[in-house]
């Protein structure tokens, strides 16, 4: 059984910085490409951040400068780490991996920065 495992979240004021973390065990299988998604209060999911391979790293604009995806040392791992960050980064927020050909996602985890 796959199971993503996340963490790094918590509240913080704007300005502030939090890393997350996410790593997947229980397959065989090596992501090559690694996603970040964050759903804020009445909105729907959307992409944050990507990486494929060791350093293709891919960013929206809201969150460009400002926020950085990299890989981690252990198997279908990855962080992101958030600085400079916004009352309207407030969200969940959800690593998704695709592995054997299905995706799996992580629990959620929350972000809160308050002004």
């Known amino acids: 059984q796959v199971q993503l495992v996340e963490s790094g979240g918590g509240s913080v004021q704007a300005g502030g910085s939090l890393r997350l973390s996410c790593e997947a065990s229980g397959s065989l299988y090596n992501a090559n490409v690694i996603y970040w998604f964050r759903q804020a209060p009445g909105k729907s999911r959307g992409l944050v951040a990507s990486i494929i391979g060791e350093d293709g790293a891919g960013y929206i604009e809201a969150v460009s400068g400002r926020f950085t995806i990299s890989r981690g040392h252990a198997k279908n791992s990855v962080y992101l780490q958030m600085n400079s960050l916004k009352p309207e980064d407030t969200a969940i927020y959800y690593c998704?991996?695709?592995?054997?050909?299905?995706?799996?996602w992580g629990q959620g985890i929350r972000v809160t920065v308050s002004s």
């Open positions: 998704k991996l695709p592995l054997g050909g299905r995706d799996y």
